[in-house]
């Protein structure tokens, strides 16, 4: 039985592997197979993940594109929050609110403030509600850059761009004229409003090297962007 | 020719079969799985309470992010429960459903429940994007992978017995471990990507590499609990201090998690655990650190934990735990064979279990390794080590799989 040399061989590489072997036998084919599978399924994750990673400029632009046509839909990565640049200055919502029939206007009101003042009061349950204006904050700063921007184009190429520009955060506008108007509604209830508005404003933070100069000397705030006004909506949220 | 290459063929398959036996013979870092089911599932429980009086805000059928507006959000093959209608009965049904099976998975875990928790918790996230953040982001990705993954062997509702069965059946590789040590691997690359890429873009902010980061984020009334915080990170050194333990301990991670030297694997994890409190105290992003937290958790090996767990208490004299430990044989066989706490199970003394001079209790062959080694060789004794010395803590965690306290093994 042991006569052929591919025979004696296998005999000593049972002996050598120890005793253990009807314990622990060898892996049938099929689970060979299944690992081949999954070994290629998890290479393919691993080089698409870390094309997607790379800068496009490292990783070739289409094989950026195709990384990103790959992951997007379900395992989109945007790590950049977990590096974040902090900004250097404070962003601010104010909002302004017209009344129906006599057409008063409120005077600006800080509508951020309180919201962000919310994880703090309640630590414990933190709501996401001041996820509100950091976004619409950045996004607004996007779009107003844009608007200027725009602005100093000659006409052909404006008109395109308005459009474009329009388009791109249509949702944005959406989602802001829902805050607004819920925003309103809860301060002021018993009034009936016609419309709303927000003005965005800018204040510088101290540079690192003026930190320790007394607080209100060197900032200044001054407005970024202001919406016109925008029709009310009863009923968001409730 | 063809009968030199057949060695070499016979040779490569075997080696193939060897490393297939050994990613399917063992599940790895069911601690570490579990402990990030136990805390992601918190997460997400904490997601759905935190805001649970401002649901109809968020995510209700007339909520701030309109329905048409999140539907155009929605990327190819995206889905959300929420949208289907804009019933209110529909939302609510969902919206506690979620919750339900958020609280069902930190308790019992397992796949299907992995599963359904999939499904509810992205729909959450796609049904208003504009409330998630980094932490969700890193969810979303982690729990396509975590139905494939064993992840209610310890810490939930009936893993003592689920061990107890893992054991009789571990003699046979098989798919279902195979299928668990991918995942797992897979979700510990999405974390390492995760680590480098936010360690490499902290690096090329001139902020970070000034030391002025913390600074300016603690200057933000948003992201500062206390103003201790922005008076501590307005002090330089500290400020620089802190950006670049960041830095380093991200771009570390990968290497650190791969490193066999425990200390230095322990020695990451506790970093980033510290980094990740600090985030959830002074800047008050709790459930992002809990997330954080819980991918973390996945980079210890299950010795590490119980090598902790059992030095813990070892060091509490007075907890029971530590009483039976030291009582009892330390955890090793009569052949003195230790074996991997939580994973192997006891076999029976082999052949040079006569021999107690030997430091294995079977003969030493090639394929003996130590007991530190993660996976076994089919074929082999598992994990010969110097016999027990009683009264070595470190020795304690080999007989630790017995039984539960806290879900955590510990000597009946």
């Avoid at chain 2, 063992?26 to 918190?42: A, D, F, N």
Wanted: glycine fraction near 8%; proline fraction near 7%.
């Amino acid at each position: 039985m042991l006569a052929t040399p591919e025979a004696r061989r296998d005999a000593t590489s049972q002996v050598e592997r120890g005793a253990g072997d009807d314990a622990n036998p060898a892996p049938g084919r099929w689970l060979v197979a299944l690992a081949g599978l999954l070994a290629a399924l998890a290479g393919t994750y691993v080089v698409t993940c870390v094309i997607y990673n790379l800068p496009a400029s490292v990783s070739g632009t289409e094989a950026h594109a195709a990384s990103k046509a790959i992951m997007d839909p379900y395992i989109q990565q945007n790590w950049m929050l977990f590096g974040p640049i902090p900004t250097e200055s404070q962003h601010q919502m104010l909002m302004q609110v017209q009344f129906a029939g006599s057409g008063a206007i409120t005077p600006p009101v800080d509508i951020e403030s309180p919201l962000d003042a919310l994880p703090s009061a309640n630590p414990v349950l933190p709501s996401k509600l001041p996820s509100f204006p950091m976004a619409l904050k950045r996004r607004f700063a996007q779009y107003a850059a844009s608007e200027t921007r725009i602005s100093r184009e000659p006409e052909p190429a404006r008109s395109q761009d308005a459009a474009a520009t329009e388009q791109l955060y249509r949702n944005d506008k959406i989602v802001l004229q829902r805050f607004l108007s819920a925003e309103a509604a809860a301060y002021y209830p018993a009034q009936v409003i016609s419309g709303v508005r927000c003005s965005f404003t800018e204040q510088a933070d101290p540079p690192f090297n003026q930190r320790d100069l007394p607080e209100g000397t060197v900032q200044t705030r001054y407005l970024e962007y202001q919406t016109p006004w925008i029709s009310y909506i009863t009923g968001v949220g409730q | 020719m063809t009968a030199v290459a057949a060695p070499h063929r016979r040779r490569g398959r075997d080696l193939v079969r060897d490393l297939v036996a050994r990613g399917a013979l063992t599940e790895q870092r069911l601690i570490g799985v579990s402990l990030m089911r136990v805390i992601m599932g918190l997460a997400a429980v904490w997601f759905y309470v935190s805001d649970i009086g401002r649901r109809q805000l968020l995510w209700g059928p007339d909520a701030i992010v309109s329905q048409g507006v999140a539907r155009s959000e929605l990327g190819r093959g995206q889905f959300s429960l929420y949208l289907f209608t804009d019933s209110q009965s529909w939302f609510e049904l969902t919206f506690f459903c979620g919750l339900a099976i958020a609280v069902c998975i930190t308790v019992f875990g397992g796949r299907t429940l992995s599963v359904l928790h999939a499904v509810f918790i992205l729909s959450i996230y796609l049904r208003n994007q504009l409330v998630t953040e980094g932490g969700d982001n890193l969810v979303s990705i982690v729990i396509l992978l975590f139905p494939f993954t064993l992840n209610n062997a310890y810490l939930a509702v009936g893993a003592g017995k689920r061990r107890e069965r893992l054991r009789q059946r571990r003699a046979v590789p098989s798919a279902k471990v195979l299928i668990h040590n991918w995942a797992c691997a897979l979700i510990l690359f999405q974390v390492s990507v995760l680590y480098v890429t936010a360690g490499m873009w902290k690096l090329i902010g001139s902020v970070w590499r000034d030391g002025q980061a913390m600074y300016f984020i603690s200057a933000d009334p948003q992201f500062s609990t206390t103003p201790i915080f922005s008076d501590v990170m307005s002090y330089a050194p500290v400020g620089w201090a802190v950006c670049w333990f960041t830095i380093v301990i991200e771009l570390v991670f990968p290497l650190a998690i791969l490193c066999r030297v425990a200390l230095v694997r322990k020695a990451e994890v506790i970093s980033l655990e510290g980094m990740h409190v600090g985030i959830m105290v002074f800047m008050g992003l709790v459930p992002f650190g809990m997330i954080m937290i819980a991918a973390d958790c996945l980079a210890l090996r299950d010795q590490d934990y119980l090598s902790v767990w059992s030095k813990a208490a070892s060091l509490q004299g007075r907890w029971p735990a530590a009483r039976q430990l030291k009582s009892s044989s330390m955890g090793a066989d009569r052949d003195g064979v230790r074996h991997r706490p939580g994973v192997d199970h006891p076999r029976p003394a082999a052949r040079g279990a006569e021999h107690p001079h030997r430091r294995c209790a079977h003969p030493p062959g090639p394929a003996d390794r130590p007991a530190t080694s993660t996976t076994p060789r089919p074929g082999t004794t598992l994990g010969c080590v110097e016999p027990t010395k009683p009264g070595n803590p470190s020795i304690a965690v080999a007989a630790l799989d017995s039984e539960t306290t806290w879900g955590l093994p510990l000597v009946s």
